[in-house]
C-alpha cells in the first residue's frame, strides 16, 4: 500500500518563528489533507490540497503531486499551534485515507 | 450546528466485555468511518461504510464489528477478541471517495 512519511518527526520552535512540515508519499493521490490534533486528541481540519497552493491567514500549503510531496508552512507560530500535525493521504478507487505519523510540534513563549 | 458526535468521551472496559462507540453526523455525508489511534502513532482504518447497510473492513478489522442502519450513526463495537482495545477510538465522516473527511472529538478506551 502508499507510504506516507512525514518529516521532521519533532520541531520545537520560539514564539514567532516560521516552519516548514513535509509529507512525502509513495504513489499518486487524489486525497490529500493536513490536521492538527490539540492537547486534547481533536483532528482540526487544516487543508485539503490534493494539488496546488491554498493559504489560510498564518498557514499555507503547497502539494506537488508529481513529485509526491506536500508542505505546510507557519509563519509566526504561536503557542496555540502547538500539537501534532498529520498528512493523510487517499489514492483513487480507495475510501481509506492513510495517514503518516505526525511531526510533533512545540512553540515555546 | 453541524458535526459529528462521539460518545462517550472516556469509556473503561473489564477484560470480557464488549463495548460499544457511538457515532452520528448531522452533516448529511454518505461515507463514515472508524480510525484507532496508539500513543506516538497516526491513525489506522478499522471499517469504513460508504452507504446505509454497507461496509468494509479496513486494515485492522480483527476484533471489531459495525452497523450502519442509518445514514446518520456508524457505532463501532469492541469486542472481548480484541486483544489490545486501549487505545484512541475516532470517527469520521465524508461525502465519500476522494473529498475532505472531518473527525468527531474520539473516545478513548481503558481496559481495567
Known amino acids: 500500500g502508499i507510504q506516507v512519511e512525514q518529516s521532521p518527526p519533532d520541531l520545537i520552535l520560539q514564539e514567532g518563528a516560521n516552519s516548514t512540515l513535509r509529507c512525502n508519499f509513495s504513489d499518486s493521490v487524489n486525497n490529500l489533507q493536513w490536521f492538527h490534533q490539540n492537547p486534547w486528541g481533536q483532528l482540526i481540519n487544516l487543508f485539503y490540497i490534493p494539488s496546488g497552493t491554498k493559504q489560510n491567514g498564518r498557514l499555507s500549503a503547497t502539494t506537488v503531486a508529481t513529485e509526491r510531496y506536500s508542505l505546510l508552512y507557519i509563519s509566526s507560530s504561536q503557542t496555540t499551534d502547538s500539537g501534532v500535525y498529520f498528512c493523510a493521504v487517499g489514492q483513487g478507487g480507495s475510501e481509506k485515507l492513510v495517514f503518516g505519523k505526525g511531526t510533533k510540534l512545540t512553540v515555546n513563549p | ?112
Not at chain 2, 46 to 65: C, H, L, M, R, T
Open chain 2, 1 to 112: 450546528d453541524g458535526g459529528i458526535t462521539q460518545s462517550p468521551k472516556y469509556l473503561f472496559r473489564k477484560e470480557g466485555q464488549n463495548v460499544t462507540l457511538s457515532c452520528e453526523q448531522n452533516l448529511n455525508h454518505d461515507a463514515m468511518y472508524w480510525y484507532r489511534q496508539d500513543p506516538g502513532q497516526g491513525l489506522r482504518l478499522i471499517y469504513y461504510s460508504q452507504i446505509v447497510n454497507d461496509f468494509q473492513k479496513g486494515d485492522i478489522a480483527e476484533g471489531y464489528s459495525v452497523s450502519r442502519e442509518k445514514k446518520e450513526s456508524f457505532p463501532l463495537t469492541v469486542t472481548s477478541a480484541q486483544k489490545n482495545p486501549t487505545a484512541f477510538y475516532l470517527c469520521a465522516s465524508s461525502y465519500g471517495r476522494s473529498t475532505e473527511a472531518f473527525f468527531g472529538q474520539g473516545t478513548r478506551l481503558t481496559v481495567v
